[in-house]
């Protein structure tokens, strides 16, 4: 597994390793040190405040900067070609464009401000933002730039080179003077060395050097009018012994300080990768509880959209029968009544022959209602139609066999054929053929 540390200990940890592999003339190394500290930091921004933000958070944060200067090079929009009237809209856009990258440059101000820290911005116009940035490095010399190496969104763990067109140009064409890093969502991708830094060191060896031969040309000189070769001899070696004895240990105490730098840095680089492995098992952990939920509530739903489909064609069902159930009843109703007619009609029938016994006649006529209306014969076996009437039940059959769904009284289209024994009125007749044959 590839760790990645973080760019604040990067940076802390490249700074010491750089300060050991210096000058070893102690008084060379820090006075160059405090010259580069009280240099201003070039900071280039984009019109994407998040991949911005994070650049000029770790210039701030790692650079040691006493004083910044945010550049922002942007690229207006071609308006109209030359000679051409400015067309209204377009002016409109250029200037709502230039508004708010002003407006950006401007949050990225009050950030240094929030960090106390001293900041200047820098507006230019350019059509390439490349040569823009390589123009301000010329005229104002400068000698420390931050920049991105790509956008934040395709920043990786195992991201090591630029991926962005504009950072390789630049790494490439810009001048040797200038130390820039280059930065990607908060972490140090790469940083092009500023040529000074290597002349320095140079310098320091050949004054070194020079030193070296003056003293052992002074000493040469003073062997040959003074003292003898082989007292020279151990001078020079005993000076030689103790310079060798005093860089040894400061290069030991300097090792020992960037070795404590590096332990640092990989435990907080551990720390780090261990936060994140934490994070991402939580994450994981809430994207499968999220998603037993969201079937959960998919089963739940799917088994209510079912009930609700059985409780929707229950109650259809019943609909359908309350209302058969309602003809049902109506139809019964009816018949009730038809009932009750027949009954009173075979009361008044039955009061009558009491009276007709009362004072008995020789010739007895049948009741109208004994008559069927087809037959026009007394009915031996009487049933009650849909349309209320009462008739032979021989004889209404086979009016219906005949094709018949009319009423044989009325000629009125019948609800239904179905026959109701009207046995109140057989009894009457059955009775009216017994008087008759005493």
Known sequence: MTLKIPIQETVKLVGSLRLCGSDRSEPVVVSKTEMVMDEKVYVAVVARDLESKSSLVWAIQNTRGREFCIVYVHQPMNISAPGEMFHEQKLRLYRKEKEKAHNSLDKYLNICRQMHVNAEKIYMEMDSVEEGILQLISQRGVKKLVMGAAADRNYTMSMRDLKSKKAIYISREAPDTCHIWFTCNGYLICTREAARRDNLNVEGTSSSSLAQSEINKGTESVASSSMAKDDVQIQVALIEAATSNRETRLEVSKRKEAEKSAIDAIKKAKESENGYLNELKR????????????????????????????????????????????????????????????????????????????SPSKDLEPPQYFICPITQEVMEDPYVAAD?????????????????????????????????????????????FQASSS
């Open 283 to 358: 994450r994981k952990e809430t994207e499968k509880s999220l998603k037993e939920a969201k079937e959960e509530m998919e089963k739940m739903r799917s088994e209510a959209e079912t009930r609700i489909a059985e409780s929707n064609t229950v109650i259809t069902n019943l609909q359908g029968k309350y209302s058969l159930s309602m003809k049902v009843l109506r139809r019964l109703r009816d018949e009730q009544e038809e009932l009750k007619r027949e009954i009173s009609e075979v009361s008044k029938l039955k009061s009558k022959r009491e009276k007709e016994e009362a």
């Open 388 to 432: 209320g009437f009462t008739y032979e039940g021989e004889a209404i059959r086979g009016w219906f066999n005949r094709g018949h769904e009319t009423s044989p009284m009325t000629n009125k289209r019948l609800h239904h054929t179905s026959l109701v024994p009207n046995l109140a009125l057989r009894s009457a007749i059955q009775e009216w």
